[in-house]
């Protein structure tokens, strides 16, 4: 069973950065997607904001396209998030996902909740203006 744990959050200033990582312990080898993921204080609904698929694509939200960075080190299991140039409007709580489909395939639409089945606690973003 995967067990994702995130780290990293703060508070910085606006234009400021972070960067977070998702530790996995067990194998992620069946993920179909890895992704991250923010949920703000006033928001009942999880926006998906960057993902890597098992080819390696990457895709990115809108909100946070040039601005923001995911990669995976699969030497050590680890998935980041870099995120600069932050917004008093990126502050959430950012969560880390996997989309473990066992037997494996491909496809689907990377940035949508519904298509992840682990998760992990969260951690929060604060960026003040």
């Known amino acids: 069973q995967v067990r994702l744990v995130e780290s990293g959050g703060g508070s910085v200033q606006s234009g400021g950065s972070l960067r977070l990582s998702c530790r996995a312990s067990?194998?992620?080898?069946?993920?179909?997607?890895m992704g991250w993921f923010r949920q703000a204080p006033e928001k009942t609904e999880r926006e998906g904001i960057a993902a890597i698929d098992g080819d390696g694509a990457i895709t990115y939200s809108d909100s946070v396209r040039d601005r923001f960075t995911i990669s995976r080190d699969t030497a050590v299991n680890i998935l980041y998030l870099q995120m600069d140039s932050l917004k008093p409007e990126d502050t959430a709580m950012y969560f880390c996902a996997a989309a473990i489909r066992r037997p494996y395939y491909s496809g689907g639409d990377a940035l949508q909740p519904w298509e992840y089945n682990t998760w992990g606690q969260g951690t929060q973003v604060a960026v003040s203006a």
């Open positions: 067990g194998s992620t080898y069946h993920a179909a997607f």
